[in-house]
């Protein structure tokens, strides 16, 4: 970081441990209950003053990312300012590493870092609370990302409890590099009330796990390889795809992963 720079914020990758797709709501949100955690992989915003608000898109994940001016990075500062009344105006930079519409929550967790980096910034004139509010207004998954903390989620994702201690759990994400975008999942998901998520995760199930191997099936294939791994206690799917993961009661195996996919060992935070 130079000295230029104002500040600085990791964007956790979201995996959900568990999504229990419960109905339709007619607000054109799916009623959900889910179990979110966070990865110390991450995304990274730095922010350096400027005269008006501007994003750079940098990483190994920065051509995937869109163009800036559509980025939820610069709608969040530019919501952050209509409700703080904050001036301050920052030239942002985005260090792009969580793979796109894959299930992670990159734009969301982006989003949630925005907020969070410029009110630490601004001397904190919000609380969590208005911050979630804003969050809400970007995307389902933002206020859960603006914790950043383990916590079941019902609603469209946006009423949050305290869910388990995980901290520390070893992880292995891995993506077999197609691009699942989250409107087609649910689209393609059977509306079928399988039941409601209760205290044991490790048990539950991701409702858009099907829906999603329908329309990318190479999913099953990586969902397969997880399984097979030693140590690994539980896979699944994460969001509605395509990344999957795999947690470990040890450390994570030492693996290449087959045909070119995309794999990132990590921890619970």
Known sequence: MTASVAGFEP????????????????????????????????????????DAWSLAVSGPMADSAGPPEDNLVLRAARAFAEASGSTARFALRLEKSIPVAAGLGGGSADAAAALRLLNRLAGAPLTMADLERIGETLGADVPACLRSVTAFGAGKGEALTPGPRLSGTPVLLVNPRVAVPTGPVFRAWDGADRGALGADWRTARNDLEAPAIGLQPVISDVLAWLRGLPGATLTRMSGSGATCFALFEGEVPCVAAPHGWWMQPTELL
């Open 11 to 50: 964007a956790p990758a979201k995996i959900n441990l568990a999504l229990h797709v419960r109905a339709r709501r007619a607000d054109g949100y799916h009623a959900l209950e889910t179990l979110f955690a966070f990865t110390r992989f991450a995304d990274r915003l730095e922010a350096v003053p400027a």
